[in-house]
């Protein structure tokens, strides 16, 4: 920011402010840019601009007498508005709770990033979640087997209702046909 024209023509107006009008031209050669940047920061409230006076002419062989306007940018007057607004492009120094604050956060993200990409993990605690992971696969195999029994002991079952639900139609079928002689 202490590079570009506003900056220096605002800091030149502030260090020079002596409550009059100053020229400005020397801070800038391009005549056009200073021109819109001055008008820019008048827009804004930042200055006060007076216009130079206009330049006298005489033309003798006409007789006329006349004026024209100076090619020269306005003068300039810094208002507090512009002082404030200078004093804020300036960088802040950090307060001392940031100061501490910035080398623990810095310190706890490098140890996230290293837990994150590098986890570490004891020797015997993974042979403990290797037993553990073996231990569980066999559960399962034990509790596939023993699924697979009860399935098939459940489709013996639904075999043998079947059968004994045939036998107790044709029972009493049988029965209804011919009824008991002994009566």
């Known amino acids: 920011m202490k590079h570009t024209l506003e900056y220096k023509i605002l800091k030149h107006l502030s260090e020079n402010d002596n409550g009059k009008f100053l020229d400005i031209a020397e801070i800038e050669s391009n005549i056009e840019l200073l021109k819109s940047v001055i008008?820019?920061?008048?827009?804004?409230?930042?200055?006060?601009?007076?216009?130079?006076?206009?330049?006298?002419?005489?033309?003798?062989?006409?007789?006329?007498?006349?004026?024209?306007?100076?090619?020269?940018?306005?003068?300039?007057?810094?208002?507090?508005?512009?002082?404030?607004?200078?004093?804020?492009?300036?960088?802040?120094?950090?307060?001392?709770?940031?100061?501490?604050?910035?080398?623990?956060?810095?310190?706890?993200?490098?140890?996230?990033?290293?837990k994150t990409f590098l986890p570490s993990i004891s020797k015997a605690d993974y042979e403990n979640l290797k037993y553990q992971s073996e231990v569980f696969e066999s559960q399962v195999d034990s509790l596939t087997n023993e699924s697979q029994i009860y399935k098939d002991s459940l489709a013996q079952l639904n075999q043998q209702l079947k059968l004994y639900k045939k036998q107790s139609i044709i029972d009493s079928s049988q029965t209804k046909k011919y009824p008991d002689v002994n009566k």
């Open 39 to 114: 008008s820019d920061l008048k827009e804004r409230k930042l200055i006060l601009t007076k216009p130079y006076p206009r330049i006298p002419w005489d033309s003798s062989i006409r007789g006329v007498i006349g004026s024209s306007p100076s090619d020269k940018p306005e003068k300039c007057k810094i208002k507090l508005s512009g002082k404030e607004y200078l004093e804020s492009l300036k960088p802040q120094p950090i307060p001392k709770f940031q100061k501490i604050y910035l080398p623990f956060f810095i310190l706890f993200g490098l140890f996230g990033v290293y």
